[in-house]
C-alpha cells in the first residue's frame, strides 16, 4: 500500500523551518489555483471514476504541467489507485499528491546552493532570456543577496539595445549596493563585457553578473551574439562563465521550454530562474520542465522585493507546496 510520506525536518534546524514557512506564505495563490483546483475536483465525487480522472487531467493541463508530464503523473496515479483498489476520493487525492512529490524529489535533494561559496573567483555568471521575464531583477537581487554574504559584487550590464535596459540595471544595482560596468547604448555588448570581466580580475571581484539583451530564442543573430559574447568571456577566464542562467515567466508555461532548448544551442546553460512563481495559475510549469530539461531550477522569484528570490531546494518546497 503506498502511504502518504512525510518529510521530517529536525526541530533545530531552524533555518529549514523558516524557509518552509516563508515558502508557504509565497506560494498560497500559486497553490490555490494548481492543488485547489484539484481539491475542489476531488470535493464534488463521491467516487474515483473516469470523469473524475479527466477533470484531474484537464486541471494539470491547463496549469501546464505539459501533457508528457501530465501522462507520467496519471499513469503512476491510476497504477497505485488499481493496486490498492482505492475508491475514496479523498483518499485517491492523498495518493496523486504523492507521486507528484515523488517525482519533484527524484534526483534532486542534491542540487547545490546556488549562494554557496563561489569555487571561482572572480564567479562569472550569465543571465539570458526573452524580454519581459525578469531577468534584470533577478539579477539585481542575486547581487543584494551575495552583497550580504559580503562578497565583492560587480554588475556588467551587457544589454546595451535598449537605453532603458541600462537605466533599469543601473537602478537595481544601486539598491543593491554593488558597482556596475555599463556603456552607452548601441555599443557592441561583447566589448562591454570584456571590459567588465577584465576589470573584475584587475580589482579582485568575487561575483561578476553578467546581463544580456532580452531576445526572442527565434532570432539567430541575437542568439549568435551570446556565443559572442561566451568566446569573449573566455579569452580573459577560459572556465568561465561558471553559470548560464535562463531566466523563465513561470506565467509563459509550455513555450519555456522551447526558449531552453534555443538558448542552449547558443551558450549551455546551467540552470534556470523561475520568476513570478508566487502568483502564477501555471504552478504546473515547476513538472514540466523537470521532465522535458534536463537543467534544474536553481532560483525560484516569489515576489517583488529585494529579498523575495530563492535558491530552489527539491524538500522545502514540496513541503510548503504539498503539506498542510
Known amino acids: 500500500m503506498l502511504i502518504m510520506s512525510t518529510i521530517i525536518i529536525k526541530n533545530g534546524d531552524k533555518k529549514v523551518l523558516n524557509i518552509v514557512k516563508n515558502l508557504k506564505e509565497k506560494l498560497a495563490k500559486t497553490n490555490s489555483n494548481f492543488m485547489g483546483k484539484i481539491t475542489e475536483t476531488v470535493k464534488k465525487r463521491k467516487v474515483v471514476d473516469e470523469e473524475m480522472l479527466a477533470e484531474i487531467e484537464e486541471i494539470l493541463l491547463s496549469c501546464d504541467t505539459g501533457i508528457e ?12 489507485l488499481k493496486k490498492d483498489k482505492v475508491t475514496d476520493p479523498e483518499i485517491a487525492q492523498i495518493y496523486l499528491t ?12 542534491e542540487t547545490p546552493d546556488f549562494f554557496a561559496e563561489p569555487q571561482a573567483k572572480p564567479y562569472v555568471v550569465v543571465f539570458v532570456g526573452v524580454n519581459g521575464t ?13 552583497n550580504q554574504m559580503g562578497k565583492k559584487v560587480l554588475i556588467v550590464a551587457g544589454d546595451t539595445f535598449r537605453a532603458a535596459a541600462i537605466e533599469q ?23 562591454i563585457i570584456y571590459d567588465g570581466v577584465h576589470s573584475a580580475l584587475a ?38 562563465p561558471h553559470e548560464v542562467i535562463l531566466v523563465v515567466d513561470a506565467t509563459t508555461g509550455q513555450n519555456a521550454v522551447s526558449q531552453a532548448h534555443n538558448f542552449d544551442k547558443a551558450m549551455k546553460l546551467t540552470g534556470i530562474a523561475l520568476t513570478k512563481y ?29 529579498e523575495d528570490l530563492l535558491p530552489f531546494k527539491a524538500v522545502p518546497f514540496v513541503k510548503a507546496f504539498f503539506e498542510e
Open 169 to 191: 540595471i543601473a537602478i537595481w544595482a544601486e539598491r543593491a549596493g554593488v558597482p556596475i560596468v555599463r556603456s552607452q547604448p548601441d555599443s557592441d555588448p561583447a566589448a
Open 278 to 306: 508566487d502568483g502564477t495559475s501555471k504552478g504546473g510549469i515547476i513538472f514540466n520542465l523537470k521532465y522535458n530539461l534536463q537543467l534544474p531550477v536553481k532560483l525560484l522569484g516569489v515576489g517583488e522585493g529585494i
Open 98 to 109: 504523492d507521486v507528484m512529490r515523488d517525482i519533484l524529489l527524484a534526483e534532486n535533494e
Open 69 to 80: 508530464m501530465t501522462d507520467i503523473i496519471l499513469t503512476r496515479f491510476k497504477e497505485q
Open 203 to 240: 580589482r579582485g571581484y568575487d561575483v561578476v553578473l553578467i546581463d544580456t539583451a532580452g531576445r526572442q530564442h527565434t532570432k539567430d543573430n541575437l542568439m549568435k551574439e551570446l556565443t559572442k559574447i561566451e568566446r569573449t568571456i573566455q579569452k580573459l577566464i577560459p572556465d568561465a
Open 134 to 146: 525578469g531577468k534584470t531583477t533577478t539579477i539585481g537581487k542575486v547581487a543584494y543577496k551575495f
